[in-house]
C-alpha cells in the first residue's frame, strides 16, 4: 500500500529519533452531538485511517510502524457500531504492527531506549511527553511533512484524480440543473447529492454557490439567495477522496446564454486561466504567474474601458486588485490549501508586487489555477479607494457593473517537467458551457 511507501520516506528524512503522531479526535458541539469528525491531514497522509483517536509511532532504526487504535468496548458499539480492531487495521491500513492504544505508554518507555531525540507532533508531545522523556524536535516533523506532502506520488494522483472526476460530473450536473428561480441551496444540493452518490461523503470546502452580485463576495456562503434570469452563478466546489481535494470554480449564465457584457469579462478570465496554466510548468515562479495574470486582467480592463493608464502602474500600483483581489494559484492535496513544501523550498518573489504564494514549482506539484474578475461593492463605493485609484479606475462605469457579480474559473493543474496535466474536466468554453446548460 502506498501509505507505507510514505511512512518509509517520512522515516528516511528523520532516521534518528522516534516519530510520533496524534490522529485527530471527536470536538463536541454541545451534549451527545459531536462535529463531524475529519481526520487529520497528516495522519491520512501516512496512514489513510480515518478513525478518531489513533497514534502512530515510527522507528526508523527498526524501519518499524505501528497504529494505535483505541479500544471499543461493546458499550460504544452499541451507539457507534463496527469499529476495526487490531486484526482487521493491520489488514485495513497495511501497517504490519497495530495495537491498543492503552499500550503506547508502555511501547514508548521500551522505544526511548534506543533513540536520542523524537519527533512529536504537539499534542502527542503533550499527552506523551513523560513516557517519551527525550528532547523532541517538533519544527523538524512539521518541515518533513511539508517536504514530502508537497510532492504527490503516484498513488496520491490517483486519488486526486478521482476526486476531480466526481467533482467534475457534479459540476455538469449543477450546470443542467440550474434555471432561473431555483433558490443557490437548491444548486449547492445538486452538487452535494452528485458528490454523495458516488461514494464520496465529504466535501473539500463548504460550497460557494453564488448568484448575481453575491458572486463578488468571495468567500460567500449563505446560499440562500434565489437566482434571476440574467444572472451568472458563481460555484466554486469540490469534494474530497480520502482526504484528498477538489478545488474546482465554474461560472455559467442561469439562463444558459452569456449576455454580451457577461462573455467580455468571462473571456477575460478565461483567457487568463489558459494562458497561466500554458506557463505552469516546473521551474516557473508562482509568483511570476500570479504578476502575470495580474497584467492580463488589467490589459483586458483596460480594453473594456474599466482601467486607465500604463499597465505596469495598475499592477504594481494595486488598481487591479480592486477588480481581482486574490491569489492566482495555491497547492492542492490533503487540505485545500495545502501545503507549500517546507522551509528549503522557500523562494523568494522577484516581482515589486507582494504575493502570498511564492514557490519554485516542480513536478508533482499539483496547484489551482484560479483568476478571477469582480465588481466588489465594498471597494468599489470605499471613499479612500476611490480617492485614491481616480486616476485608473472609470468607476461610474465599474458601478454600472455591481449587479454583474463576479467571475472566476478555478482548474487543478498537475506540474510536470513538460506540459501541465489539467485534472479538471468541466465544461469552460462558452459555446461547451452554454451547452452544458441545456436540459
Ligand atoms: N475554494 C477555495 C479556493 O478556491 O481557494
Ligand atoms: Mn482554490
Ligand atoms: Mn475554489
Excluded at 62 to 80: A, C, E
Excluded at 238 to 253: C, L, Q
Amino acid at each position: 500500500m502506498h501509505y507505507e511507501d510514505i511512512r518509509r520516506s517520512l522515516m528516511a528524512r528523520l532516521p534518528d529519533g522516534l516519530i510520533l503522531l496524534s490522529g485527530g479526535v471527536p470536538v463536541a458541539r454541545n451534549h451527545d452531538v459531536e462535529y463531524p469528525f475529519r481526520q487529520k491531514s497528516d495522519f491520512l497522509y501516512l496512514t489513510g485511517a480515518e478513525e478518531a483517536g489513533c497514534y502512530l509511532l515510527l522507528e526508523p532504526g527498526r524501519r518499524k510502524s505501528t497504529l494505535f487504535i483505541p479500544k471499543i468496548d461493546n458499550h460504544h458499539r452499541v451507539w457507534l457500531g463496527h469499529v476495526p480492531g487490531p486484526a482487521e487495521a493491520r489488514h485495513l491500513f497495511g501497517v504490519a504492527n497495530v495495537a491498543y492504544a492503552s499500550e503506547l505508554g508502555p511501547a514508548l518507555k521500551r522505544a526511548r531506549k534506543s533513540a536520542r531525540r523524537c519527533y512529536a507532533d504537539p499534542e502527542a508531545w503533550r499527552r506523551y511527553k513523560a513516557d517519551l522523556r527525550l528532547p523532541n524536535a517538533a519544527p523538524a516533523l512539521r518541515d518533513a511533512l511539508d517536504e514530502l506532502r508537497a510532492v504527490k506520488t503516484a498513488a496520491e494522483i490517483r486519488l486526486m484524480r478521482a476526486a476531480n472526476a466526481a467533482s467534475a460530473k457534479a459540476h455538469r450536473a449543477v450546470m443542467a440543473a440550474a434555471r432561473p428561480g431555483l433558490y443557490e441551496y437548491e444548486i449547492q444540493a445538486v452538487f452535494e447529492a452528485e458528490c454523495l452518490k458516488q461514494g464520496l461523503g465529504r466535501l473539500a470546502y463548504p460550497s460557494i454557490v453564488a448568484a448575481g452580485a453575491n458572486a463578488a463576495v468571495l468567500h460567500y456562503s449563505r446560499n440562500n439567495a434565489r437566482m434571476k434570469s440574467g444572472d451568472l452563478l458563481l460555484i466554486d466546489a469540490g469534494a474530497e477522496n480520502k482526504g484528498y481535494a477538489a478545488d474546482i470554480t465554474r461560472t455559467f449564465p442561469v439562463s444558459g446564454r452569456f449576455t454580451p457584457r457577461q462573455r467580455d469579462v468571462y473571456s477575460l478570465v478565461l483567457e487568463t486561466q489558459k494562458r497561466c496554466i500554458t506557463m505552469t510548468r516546473a521551474g516557473v515562479n508562482s509568483a511570476d504567474l500570479h504578476v502575470r495574470s495580474m497584467w492580463f486582467i488589467a490589459e483586458g480592463l483596460k480594453s473594456l474601458g474599466l482601467l486607465k493608464g500604463e499597465t505596469s502602474g495598475l499592477v504594481e500600483g494595486g488598481a487591479v486588485r480592486i477588480f481581482y483581489p486574490h491569489g492566482l494559484t495555491h497547492m492542492l492535496g490533503l487540505d485545500v490549501h495545502d501545503v507549500t513544501g517546507g522551509k528549503k523550498r522557500r523562494a523568494k518573489n522577484p516581482n515589486k508586487v507582494p504575493v502570498r504564494f511564492v514557490a519554485k514549482l516542480e513536478p508533482g506539484f499539483v496547484v489551482t489555477m484560479e483568476p478571477g474578475v469582480y465588481f466588489i461593492k465594498a471597494l468599489l463605493q470605499d471613499p479612500a479607494v476611490r480617492r485614491k485609484y481616480k486616476g485608473s479606475v472609470n468607476f461610474a462605469k465599474a458601478e454600472s457593473f455591481l449587479d454583474f457579480g463576479g467571475v472566476r474559473i478555478e482548474d487543478d493543474i498537475l506540474v510536470t517537467r513538460g506540459a501541465p496535466v489539467n485534472l479538471t474536466d468541466v465544461p469552460k468554453e462558452i459555446k461547451d458551457v452554454e451547452e452544458a446548460c441545456r436540459r
